[in-house]
C-alpha cells in the first residue's frame, strides 16, 4: 500500500486566500483524522471521520476552518481566509481499528504558510 | 481531556547506551499506547504499540506499560545516531482516538 497520500506538500499563500488541503486515507481503513502540528501546541487534533461521517470537530479552530470526506478514500481541509496564525504543519492521519487496536498512520504532511 | 505528558528533553544518549523515555497519562480510561518516531521536518512513524501491563520487545525497542501508575515508557538499546528524534506518546480510550503527548527530543551522540 502506497501509504497516506497527502497534498500538496508545501503551500504558501496570502492572507485572506483559500486554502485546500487534500488527503488520500490507506484503502480500507475506517477512521480519518486531521492533525496540525505546531512548536508551540505540539500535535492537535483537529476532527476526526469514521467511515466518512464527521465525528467530533471540537478541534477546529474557528468556523474559517472546514473538512469534508465525500468518499472513502478523500477527504480535505478547508481554511477560508487564511491568516498568518494558521501556518503550521497539517497532518492527515488513518487507522483501521480492530477491538482496542486503533494504530494510525500519518501522511507525508503539507507544510502551510500564510504570508 | 486526556493529559500526556512527557519530558520535553533534550534526553542526550551516547552511542550505544540505552535510551528511556516516559511518559504519563491521566485518563485510567486509556486502553491503547503507542510511540511514535518524528524525524525533524518528516511525519511521525508508529514504532510501538502496547495494549496491556508488562513489556513488549521489537528488536531494539521495548515498551513498557503500568496501568496502575498510569505510565508508559520506551527503551532504546543499543543506541545509534540514527534514532536521534523525537518520540510522541500518544494513547487512545474508548473514543479510539489518539491523543499526543508534546515528545521528548533525543540525541544520540557518537
Known amino acids: 500500500d502506497a501509504g497516506v497520500i497527502q497534498s500538496p506538500r508545501h503551500e504558501v499563500t496570502e492572507m485572506g486566500q483559500e486554502v485546500t488541503l487534500r488527503c488520500k486515507p490507506i484503502s480500507g481503513h475506517d477512521y480519518l483524522f486531521w492533525y496540525r502540528q505546531t512548536m508551540m501546541r505540539g500535535l492537535e487534533l483537529l476532527i476526526y471521520f469514521n467511515n466518512n461521517v464527521p465525528i467530533d470537530d471540537s478541534g477546529m479552530p474557528e468556523d474559517r476552518f472546514s473538512a469534508k470526506m465525500p468518499n472513502a478514500s478523500f477527504s480535505t481541509l478547508k481554511i477560508q481566509p487564511s491568516e498568518p496564525r494558521d501556518s503550521a504543519v497539517y497532518f492527515c492521519a488513518s487507522s483501521f481499528r480492530t477491538g482496542i487496536n486503533t494504530e494510525a498512520f500519518f501522511g507525508q504532511g503539507t507544510r502551510l504558510t500564510v504570508v | 481531556q486526556k493529559e500526556v505528558e512527557q519530558n520535553s528533553g533534550p534526553l542526550s544518549v551516547p552511542e550505544g547506551a540505552i535510551a528511556s523515555l516516559n511518559c504519563t497519562y491521566s485518563d485510567r480510561g486509556s486502553q491503547s499506547f503507542f510511540w511514535y518516531r518524528q524525524y525533524s521536518g518528516k511525519s511521525p512513524e508508529l514504532i510501538m504499540s502496547?495494549?496491556?501491563?508488562g513489556d513488549k520487545e521489537d528488536g531494539r525497542f521495548t515498551a513498557q506499560l503500568n496501568k496502575a501508575s498510569q505510565y508508559v515508557s520506551l527503551l532504546i538499546r543499543d543506541s545509534q545516531p540514527s534514532d536521534s528524534a523525537t518520540y510522541l506518546c500518544a494513547l487512545s480510550g474508548g473514543s479510539y482516538i489518539p491523543t499526543f503527548g508534546r515528545g521528548t527530543s533525543l540525541i544520540v551522540h557518537p
Open positions: 502496547i495494549y496491556s501491563n
